[in-house]
């Protein structure tokens, strides 16, 4: 469907409202018009001197409209923003709900920048396709038809040049401004998006910037990217500019024609000439309705724009349907089974190949090789992130494709290199885990993570706000925090994805420690680089280039001399 | 209601600010001539019975009129647009500056996203304050009395009747512009924080996935959504019912000139020349008055923006910025802290508390120590992004804080705990440690580190985009970039932080090669866990609380069975 006709379906549900608004701006235009016209006739028919009788009707008429005029004008303004605001925010939580099933499979080529310009800019420019777009050409056409209906009664010459007027003022100086801008809309939305992704990359790498004494480098990237987007800024604003003398000359040249047109018609006593001022003040009145056209066709271009990189953005497949039975009960324990799974990102090679392993209860599984060997690629599949190409994995025995992704989530604690810290407190970071935990269940947590005496230490202990992705705290005190919230959530199998990196030796034994009695009773698989850490590990698989190529246990495989027992002397040597 | 510290960024843009008021006064003139033009046509032919050869030159002045009001217009708004775009770019990019020269550990406590949404719309909202309000202000002050003065000598009552109404005007505006601040700064907040939780929640996807939180969000996110529509809606709501008032001061007064004046027509106290010309202009009267109320909040926002602007390039910047000193490379770097102290939140949260250390040329010197011991506090003392509370640092003997930091950066290469890489290729990247670096020498830099193996089976090579939105490189291959940085750097002092945490032991291995070639002939803090990269150094300092508890060589400290023991068996495995 095209952008256009989503937005205007987005609609539905306000339009009668919408088109409340539409009348209540016709009749703003229509009072204002209203009150010159009765004001001039009534200026002009007192200069006959008639009897006060004859001007009551107009005196009347003259306050009446003073008044309508701005009421309408303050009903219309509230009811359209009230409408379109309405329909923005709903368009916010949609698009989050459309993209919260891509991640973070179909959302890796996007940059968080983009993303983020795109629900919170986009969305804001929307607002001008509700509020600038729709309405005036309809409001400008009412406006048209009265006064038409009007002006041909007297000279159908006259009503060709009020129409002709309307004609220039409406569809062709538009049209020119759009020849003009052609495509100036959606860059000018790209390059706001490409200063803004660049400034949020120069947050997030200020300690390389600081360090490499880069500052002036990234300022003067800056300044192009700001002076690109002022350079398209000025040329819309040039346009318009443009297109709003032209408009007040085409208004003023229809009058202007309008008067040469009325003369000879007075003359001929065709037009009384009572009604020459309030003819020419209403043409001169109704032009309102025309003025705000130019613009209407920027930002509908604007606001095409913005849609168009909202829409391609949530209209990415979902990279797993959420099929299965949304019902499932959580078992108490859980075995997962990886049977003979191969799996390859789009077209960029296998990463997996053949692999088969199972997760029991009270059975601890590790996996160890080189980074890139697809370690990361099995969490992701066992939490159901990505669908597998072949083989399968069974959870109890049951098919995973035949069970929520959701469901299947719910059974796994997962410590790992990625996780994210909110800008919260340390309490409600490690609450996401289980934010109906007591504070008991929480204090064990925290304990259990060895957070306990760090968070005593602070002056507001475990309400302590963490800053912008958790930056307040070291790398160990992150960790702590991805550990409590696994040891709150409790569940039945347990991902480990090198719990201890940037650790200090002590706590990181401790943390092994905790993680120890965690273990018992779960199905742990382990995916670690220490190998001190596998020697009491159940069983263990040495993971290269998207294969097992060794397994057993630790005595097993140092006895075996191959690529284990290979790493394992590498790490010890330097002790020896 | 007008912000003194924005008005002084206009500076050397006056000129132009005054050329705008210009504009809008000689457009006033023109409306009253046109009014003049008009009526003269109208009495003409409709009580002086002439026909168009009769007005012919009436017509004709009023043409010229017309197409001079167009040719102001078109250039008010040209010159109205370069005002405001000069400003913003020179704000923008101080602001965009002072956040640089901040540095990583003073802008820890703010929000990427509130920061960024500053930088773009916050900027964007100064717009319409220069551009629109302020020479609105001016115009406001100005034409109605000029339109005034026009009216005093055809019709007093006319006269008396603007004047006494459109005081009431700025009356109503100031009254309901107060209402409209406080609503504005909120709206502002809660934009800012609508958008910082956005960004929040977008990095944190996965993680909220793996909780089965991220759905719930919608919630979170609707009500957020919700709040920012309603306090919007009441900013606006206060701005239409004073557009409302204003319109209602406006048509009302019309009304009453139109009445007024039409009935003194008919009992002939007035000619219909003098009632329509009163009639043309009264309208005009109040027009610069209402525009201002249009504009007026346009021009809030832009107030609002500027508070936060303004509060952050208050932040103070570090002064090492001003040491003078230029710091010529050197061939080689002792560094001495002396009686170090820092604490981080203006000295509340203490890292540092009588550091000493001394690293003597080519000296290898490894840091030690539990997680918050001040390990990382050394190395931003090292780096200038923060500065000791008490105590110094000395270069070569020269106190750090007399240096230029550019000059002192140039000496030395840092790998940090994750290294960030930036959007660009993988050379571009590499390139950070020395920009002018050619082709081969970032080549040789990336085989030096052991790099070049796996960026050559990247889809494009060296031109492979990276970084957020580019190819997904493993925490191994980031590390080898970062190390090929500082191969290219070739700096004299080099600093590591955990430069080994997160690799698997066959990754570490190829690291320690290449680490091991760049640190031959340098001087070099390294700041480690992992043990097994420190028992080579020639000095490992085991920091405890802010200080040295342990000095020495690793059979020495073994020896003495005291923190590093501890930590060197936790390391082993048999505790």
Not at chain 1, 117 to 137: C, H, N, Q, W
Not at chain 2, 374 to 396: C, D, H, R, Y
Request: glycine letters at 8%; hydrophobic letters at 50%.
């Amino acid at each position: 469907m095209k952008p256009f006709v989503r937005l205007i379906a987005m609609l539905a549900p306000v339009w009668p409202v919408m088109l409340l608004a539409v009348c209540l701006g016709w009749l703003t235009i229509a009072a204002n018009i209203g009150l010159m016209v009765t004001s001039a006739w009534l200026i002009a028919a007192a200069a006959l001197h008639p009897s006060i009788a004859e001007l009551s009707v107009a005196i009347v008429g003259v306050r009446f409209f003073g008044v309508a005029r701005a009421v309408f004008r303050y009903l219309e303004r509230y009811i359209s923003h009230d409408a379109t605001f309405r329909i923005l925010s709903r368009l916010r939580v949609g698009f989050y709900q459309r993209l919260e099933p891509l991640a973070p499979a179909n959302l890796q080529t996007w940059q968080s920048g983009e993303l983020f310009s795109a629900i919170v800019g986009d969305v804001e420019t929307l607002k001008d396709f509700y509020l600038r777009v729709l309405a005036p050409p309809l409001i400008a056409v009412l406006t048209l038809t009265g006064l038409l209906l009007v002006f041909q009664h007297y000279s159908l010459s006259l009503a060709a040049l009020v129409f002709a007027g309307f004609l220039l003022a409406g569809i062709v100086l538009p049209l020119a401004v759009r020849q003009v801008n052609k495509g100036g809309g959606s860059e000018l939305v790209a390059a706001r998006a490409a200063l803004k992704a660049y400034l949020l990359d120069t947050v997030n790498g200020m300690t390389e910037i600081a360090a490499f004494d880069h500052q002036q480098r990234h300022l003067s990237t800056i300044r192009n990217l700001n002076d690109h987007l002022i350079r398209l800024q000025g040329r819309i604003a040039a346009v318009s500019s443009l297109s709003d003398s032209w408009g007040s000359l085409i208004m003023n040249g229809t009058l202007w024609g309008v008067l040469w047109l009325l003369i000879p018609l007075v003359r001929s006593g065709t037009v009384e000439g009572v009604y020459l001022a309030a003819m020419a003040l209403a043409v001169q009145s109704s032009f309102e309705a025309v003025l705000p056209l130019p613009m209407a066709v920027h930002y509908c271009q604007e606001s095409l724009a913005a849609a168009r990189r909202l829409f391609r953005l949530v209209d990415a497949p979902a990279a797993v349907l959420p099929s299965g039975q949304e019902q499932f009960a959580e078992p108490e324990q859980a075995e997962v089974c990886v049977q003979g799974v191969s799996f390859e990102y789009d077209g960029l090679g296998k990463v997996l190949n053949r692999i088969s392993f199972s997760l029991r209860p009270g059975k601890r599984v590790a996996l160890i090789g080189p980074s890139g060997a697809g370690k990361s690629t099995i969490i992701h599949l066992l939490l159901r992130f990505w669908e597998i190409e072949s083989g399968l994995i069974t959870l109890n025995g049951r098919d995973y494709r035949t069970i929520n992704p959701e469901a299947v989530r719910r059974l796994f604690s997962v410590v790992s290199q990625q996780t994210h810290i909110f800008n919260a407190s340390i309490r409600e970071n490690i609450l996401l885990a289980c934010p109906e935990a007591g504070e008991r269940e929480l204090m064990a947590a925290v304990r259990g993570a060895a957070l306990d005496e760090f968070t005593a230490g602070l002056p507001e202990g475990l309400d302590t706000q963490v800053g912008n992705n958790g930056q307040a705290l070291s790398g160990g005190q992150r960790q702590r925090i991805a550990i409590a919230r696994a040891l709150l959530k409790n569940t039945p199998v347990l991902l480990l994805d090198e719990p201890t990196v940037g650790l200090d030796p002590i706590t990181a034994k401790q943390i092994m420690n905790t993680i120890d009695t965690l273990m018992r009773g779960r199905a742990t698989l382990l995916i670690t680089h220490d190998l001190t850490d596998v020697e009491t590990m159940d069983e263990i698989l040495v993971l290269d280039q998207g294969e097992v190529t060794e397994r057993g246990t630790f005595a097993e495989l140092l006895n075996s001399q191959g690529l284990f027992a290979r790493l394992w002397h590498l790490q010890q040597t330097p002790l020896a | 209601m007008i912000d003194k510290r924005l008005n002084r960024e206009m500076g050397h843009y006056r000129l132009l600010f005054f050329m705008l008021v210009g504009l809008s006064l000689g457009s006033g003139i023109l409306v009253v001539l046109q009014a003049d033009m008009l009526t003269k046509i109208i009495d003409g032919v409709f009580l002086g019975g002439l026909d168009v050869a009769g007005v012919e030159h009436w017509l004709y002045g009023l043409l010229g009129i017309m197409v001079l009001k167009a040719l102001l217009i078109w250039l008010n708004e040209f010159y109205a647009h370069r005002l405001a775009v000069g400003i913003k770019s020179s704000l923008r990019e101080r602001l965009a500056g002072h956040l640089l020269a901040l540095g990583p550990v003073s802008i820890r406590g703010e929000q990427a996203g509130e920061l960024i949404s500053l930088l773009v719309e916050g900027i964007e909202n100064i717009e319409p304050y220069f551009a629109r309000f302020l020479p609105q202000l001016v115009i406001a002050a100005v034409v109605p009395l000029l339109i005034l003065g026009f009216v005093v000598p055809l019709d007093a009552t006319t006269a008396s009747l603007l004047l006494v109404t459109a005081p009431l005007i700025p009356v109503f505006m100031i009254l309901i512009g107060k209402m409209a601040e406080k609503l504005n700064k909120r709206q502002w907040e809660t934009l800012s924080r609508l958008s910082a939780h956005f960004l929040d929640v977008l990095q944190g996807l996965t993680t909220l996935k793996i909780f089965g939180r991220s759905v719930e969000q919608v919630r979170v996110i609707a009500r957020m959504s919700d709040e920012f529509r309603d306090i919007t809606l009441s900013v606006l709501k206060v701005a239409f019912i004073s557009a409302l008032v204003l319109e209602l001061v406006a048509t009302i007064s019309t009304a009453l000139v139109a009445v007024t004046v039409g009935l003194r027509l008919l009992y002939y106290k007035l000619a219909f020349s003098q009632a329509f010309f009163l009639l043309l202009l009264a309208p005009e009267f109040y027009l610069p008055l209402r525009q201002l109320g249009s504009h007026f909040h346009a021009g809030m926002a832009g107030v609002s923006a500027a508070e936060r602007i303004y509060h952050i390039l208050a932040m103070p910047v570090g002064k090492q910025h001003h040491g003078t000193q230029k710091l010529v490379r050197q061939a080689e770097l002792a560094i001495e802290f002396k009686q170090v102290h820092f604490g981080y939140q203006g000295g509340e949260r203490p890292a540092l508390a009588g550091f000493d250390l001394k690293l003597m040329p080519g000296e290898q010197v490894a840091l030690v120590g539990a997680s918050g011991a001040g390990k990382s506090t050394v190395a931003n003392l090292l780096l200038g992004f923060i500065e000791p509370q008490q105590g110094e640092i000395l270069v070569n003997g020269f106190p750090l804080s007399d240096i230029t930091l550019a000059s002192w950066l140039d000496q030395v290469a840092y790998l940090p705990q994750a290294s960030h890489l930036f959007y660009g290729t993988v050379a571009e990247n590499i390139r950070l440690g020395r920009p002018e670096a050619s082709e081969a020498a970032v080549e040789a830099a990336a085989v030096a580190a052991g790099a070049h193996e796996f960026i050559a089976g990247l889809p494009q090579g060296y031109a492979t985009p990276v970084g957020e939105g580019g190819h997904g490189l493993s925490g191994g291959e980031k590390r080898r970039i970062a190390i090929a940085r500082a191969f290219l750097k070739d700096a004299p002092f080099l600093i590591l932080d955990e430069a080994t945490a997160g690799l698997d032991a066959k990754n570490e291995y190829e690291l320690q090669l290449a680490l091991k070639r760049l640190m031959t002939g340098r001087t070099v803090l390294l700041i480690a866990h992992r043990l097994s990269t420190v028992v080579h150094a020639d000095r490992i300092v085991v920091v405890d609380q802010g200080r040295v508890a342990e000095c020495g060589r690793h059979e020495e400290l073994i020896g003495q069975k005291g923190l590093y023991y501890q930590l060197l068996t936790a390391f082993r495995g048999d505790v």
